[in-house]
């Protein structure tokens, strides 16, 4: 099951975010903080924009595994529909496990509450990440192009994190683009300069050089939707248990879908074919 909006914790980086509009500005007639703290306020306030729902394509490489979705989005989230695994369809017996799957959560508010619930921790972890940017760096301007501004950031000495996320933002420099009119997040990517350490190294590390990027893009007036999550970290945990955190999502073929549309409705969307199939 995905989630609308894609929150993400940050073992995947940021996976983000919604929108408000603000009156437009050039950088040169606000300060680089002012900017980055009204484009976090926006994020976190979604406008109606943003109860669009749609129908995407998701490629999503985990480690070795390679993954084609279908993504439904509805009002009480989304349903999604595996359609290849390493570029190869599925079997005949895997696209009915998939069906089965699809239907049997359409009709389980139980497995629907489960779902919800980690679709609001991520939301509330992805907001807790957004608080801190302000405060975790230093920002200065560093060009334009059209509406968008180039924003660099590295680490602000005088903050002190809160948790663990707040300790890997204090190891990290990159830079953001940010649409200057309606003050949104464009992308956002970064890198360790430094080791992070968790309890002096006993709980584990993240290595230095290990990087992240977001992009998005406004696939309709004032709807900016996740594009692309790019994570490749390596590091420790737990003394010597080796982790990898290497993720790439790729999200297209955007479909829009009706405002009202319910898991029930998700399921037919993505069972639409095969239904018709072994109807025949």
């Known amino acids: ?69 279908t993504v439904v989005e509805t009002q009480s989230g989304s349903l999604d529909r595996l359609m290849a695994v390493a570029g190869k369809p599925l079997t005949g017996a895997q696209e009915a496990n998939e069906a089965k799957r699809i239907l049997r959560f359409s009709h389980s508010p139980d497995e629907q509450r489960k779902a919800e619930e980690a679709r609001r921790k991520d939301a509330e972890q992805c907001n807790t990440f957004l608080r801190m940017i302000p405060d975790a760096f230093v920002f200065e301007y560093a060009g334009e192009s059209g509406n968008a501004a180039k924003l660099n950031f590295k680490p602000n000495p005088h903050f002190q994190p809160p948790s663990r996320e707040g300790k890997v933002l204090q190891q990290m420099a990159g830079e953001m683009w940010v649409d200057v009119r309606q003050q949104r997040l464009i992308s956002i990517s970064g890198q360790l300069t430094n080791e992070v350490k968790f309890g002096g190294g006993l709980l584990g590390h993240l290595e230095k050089g290990g990087r992240f990027i977001v992009k998005r893009a406004e696939i309709a007036p004032g709807d900016f939707e996740l594009t692309e999550l790019t994570v490749n970290m390596q590091g420790k945990a737990l003394l010597f248990k080796s982790i990898a955190v290497q993720q790439k999502e790729v999200h297209s073929n955007f479909e829009r879908m009706p405002d009202e549309l319910s898991l029930a409705d998700a399921a037919n969307v993505l069972l639409k074919k095969t239904l018709i199939a072994s109807n025949r």
């Open 1 to 69: 099951m995905a989630t609308h909006n894609i929150h993400v914790p940050f073992s995947v980086v940021l996976a983000l975010l919604a929108a408000q509009t603000a009156v437009a500005q050039s950088p040169q007639q606000r300060s680089p903080l002012d900017t980055v703290k009204n484009v976090i306020y926006n994020e976190m306030h979604p406008s109606a924009a943003n109860n669009i729902h749609w129908k995407y394509r998701l490629e999503k490489t985990s480690g070795p595994r390679q993954e084609t979705r």
